[in-house]
């Protein structure tokens, strides 16, 4: 453990010793009805995670209605802050989607898969350099986005995160040490090689509101929001209800249950499936 450093796995705590907690909301791309090829990875499993901006524009009225805090970089965020988070890199982050955050006052959190930048559908790094200036924070999201991460060798999760990191720094000319994990394969070797890499605010997609700290990396939960999330329910989401993540929580356990024994083949039913979802 370096000096000054927190204990291995444990819950992040205030000086007072209570517990800090974030809720974190997770996005991906925004865009015009029909529209959803000009952002993003192109897959009907990448689409699930796509808005339209009407669906988007009810989602921040909604949220704006129950939160108690306002959206602030991670950097700045005290306990029981309110994030709003942006992964993949899509094009959509600045035709439309930062402008809506600004509108509201707020400000996003945008994770870039480096090895897509520049490339039909996903930001520049001018687009990059724009969005920072704006306020908003760009973290890292990998190099490739791999489709298992947790299953990397130690090689290939050093390359994602460091070679990712030093791409954005060079675009940005400032440290980066935020970033978002992949397709929602969370482990303790993807946690570890991420804080060697520098990063220190790690975003998962375990819908939890616990902050962990683990060898010094602060480790932040998220609930994802797919087409079919209602304002409604992103909104209870933002408020801190006690179902909606409740549910989110056993749908997400019992996913992983199906990962775990179903391995690589998982992947290949998951894709068959939603290939026929209208």
């Known amino acids: 453990m370096e000096a000054g450093g927190e204990e291995t796995d444990h819950k992040c705590r205030r000086g007072t010793g209570k517990i800090m907690k974030a809720t974190v909301l997770l996005y991906h791309d925004i865009t015009p009805i029909g529209q959803f090829e000009i952002s993003g990875f192109q897959s009907p499993d990448a689409n699930i995670y796509k808005l339209t901006l009407d669906e988007f524009d009810r989602h921040l009225s909604a949220v704006e209605s129950r939160a108690t805090l306002p959206m602030t970089l991670v950097n700045d965020a005290g306990d029981d802050s309110l994030m709003i988070t942006f992964d993949d890199g899509g094009k959509s982050a600045v035709l439309y ?10 400000r996003g959190h945008f994770f870039v898969t480096t090895d897509y930048i520049d490339s039909t559908a996903f930001m520049t790094a001018a687009d990059l350099r724009e969005l920072r200036s704006r306020g908003h924070l760009v973290g890292s999201h990998s190099c490739s986005h791999p489709t298992r991460m947790s299953h990397c060798s130690s090689a290939q999760l050093q390359h994602e995160w460091s070679d990712s990191i030093r791409k954005l720094e ?9 970033a978002s994990i992949p397709g929602g394969y969370y482990g303790d070797n993807v946690v570890h090689a991420a804080r060697d890499a520098g990063i220190r605010n790690l975003f998962t997609s375990e819908p939890v509101r616990t902050v962990k700290v683990i060898n ?7 609930f994802s929001i797919q087409q079919r999330t209602s304002s409604g329910r992103a909104a209870s989401l933002a408020g801190g209800d006690f179902w909606p993540p409740f549910q989110q929580r056993l749908f997400w356990e019992t996913k992983k249950i199906l990962k775990r024994v ?17």
Do not use: K, N
């Open 262 to 278: 179903g391995g690589s083949a998982w992947l290949q039913v998951r894709t068959r499936v939603l290939a026929r979802r209208p």
């Open 216 to 222: 010094g990396c602060r480790v932040l939960g998220r």
């Open 97 to 106: 989607t930062a402008e809506m955050l600004e509108q509201h006052g707020w």
């Open 170 to 178: 060079d675009i940005l000319g400032e440290p980066v040490t935020a």
